[in-house]
């Protein structure tokens, strides 16, 4: 277990439009789901503070968002540690997202939106020219991707929610890159339901929606085997 994360985030440059609090969330959010800081690893509000060079306030509450969305928990005298993958919240994240955007992806292949086309056809090029290897900047334009979809359809506060229940998935997915469907895979995905849309076939959107949503389901055994100390089934 690593004590003392040296957490890669080299320039934390608060902006003004945010709370620092907020703004360390995400950097700290980031680094959990992007495997960063490890599962079981402990954090530390002090080292943290002195990381960032910044009181230990916003840290605190940087600690409480990340605790609620489940990423951390604060065990009493013994500190504040990166909570293990639950198993059963991934499953039952990738079972709310299936029902929230196959039906945003029914409502948006009856708009025939040829500026939504285009911007999708764009993210999907730009998901195969990316450098091999590459999980951030892959995982980054898939999930510009979705939530473009969502906004086209007016559905904002549907992907906020979705947002909220996928940081577990998202864990998953960082750790399955490299060994699970190639990017031009899920680039091949992506194009064939940009083409339902485009046709304004709901149905078939909606299937090969639902069908791309459920790959983690035959990933996450695979990862639970090579990662087991990362996962608890609670």
Same mark, same amino acid.
């Given at each position: 277990?690593?004590?003392?994360?040296?957490?890669?985030?080299?320039? +934390?440059?608060?902006?003004?439009? @945010?709370?620092?609090?907020?703004?360390?969330?995400?950097?700290?959010?980031? #680094?959990?789901?992007?495997?960063?800081? $490890?599962?079981?690893?402990?954090?530390?509000?002090?080292?943290?503070?002195?990381?960032?060079?910044?009181?230990?306030?916003?840290?605190?509450?940087?600690?409480?968002?990340?605790?609620?969305?489940?990423?951390?928990?604060?065990?009493? @005298?013994?500190?504040? +540690?990166?909570?293990?993958?639950?198993?059963?919240?991934? *499953?039952?994240?990738?079972? $709310?997202?299936?029902?929230?955007?196959?039906?945003?992806?029914?409502?948006?292949?009856?708009?025939?939106? #040829?500026?939504?086309?285009?911007?999708?056809?764009?993210?999907?090029?730009?998901?195969?020219?990316?450098?091999?290897?590459?999980?951030?900047?892959?995982?980054? *334009?898939?999930?510009?991707?979705?939530?473009?979809?969502?906004?086209?359809?007016?559905?904002?506060?549907?992907?906020?929610?979705?947002?909220?229940?996928?940081?577990?998935?998202?864990?998953?997915?960082?750790?399955?890159?490299?060994?699970?469907?190639?990017? +031009?895979?899920?680039?091949?995905?992506?194009? #064939?339901?940009?083409?339902?849309?485009?046709?304004?076939?709901?149905? $078939?959107?909606?299937?090969?929606?639902?069908?791309?949503?459920?790959?983690?389901?035959?990933? *996450?055994?695979?990862?639970?085997?090579?990662?087991?100390?990362? +996962?608890?089934?609670?």
């Amino acid at each position: 277990m690593k004590n003392s994360p040296e957490v890669k985030i080299q320039n +934390f440059l608060p902006q003004e439009s @945010q709370s620092i609090g907020s703004q360390l969330h995400r950097l700290l959010r980031a #680094a959990i789901i992007e495997g960063e800081l $490890l599962p079981g690893q402990i954090i530390s509000e002090i080292e943290m503070s002195k990381r960032f060079d910044i009181s230990r306030q916003p840290v605190r509450e940087a600690f409480i968002k990340l605790a609620e969305e489940r990423l951390v928990e604060v065990r009493p @005298q013994r500190g504040t +540690f990166v909570r293990k993958i639950s198993v059963k919240e991934v *499953l039952d994240a990738r079972h $709310l997202r299936e029902i929230i955007e196959v039906s945003i992806v029914r409502e948006v292949s009856a708009k025939h939106d #040829a500026e939504l086309i285009n911007r999708l056809r764009q993210l999907i090029t730009q998901q195969k020219e990316t450098a091999p290897g590459d999980a951030h900047a892959f995982l980054e *334009l898939d999930e510009e991707m979705h939530r473009t979809i969502a906004l086209h359809a007016g559905r904002e506060y549907a992907w906020r929610v979705t947002e909220s229940i996928k940081a577990q998935m998202n864990r998953v997915r960082f750790l399955s890159f490299d060994f699970a469907q190639s990017k +031009f895979e899920l680039a091949g995905e992506h194009a #064939a339901i940009v083409d339902a849309i485009e046709a304004g076939n709901a149905d $078939l959107a909606a299937q090969l929606m639902e069908k791309h949503l459920r790959g983690i389901l035959a990933t *996450l055994p695979r990862v639970v085997s090579q990662y087991p100390d990362y +996962f608890t089934d609670n």
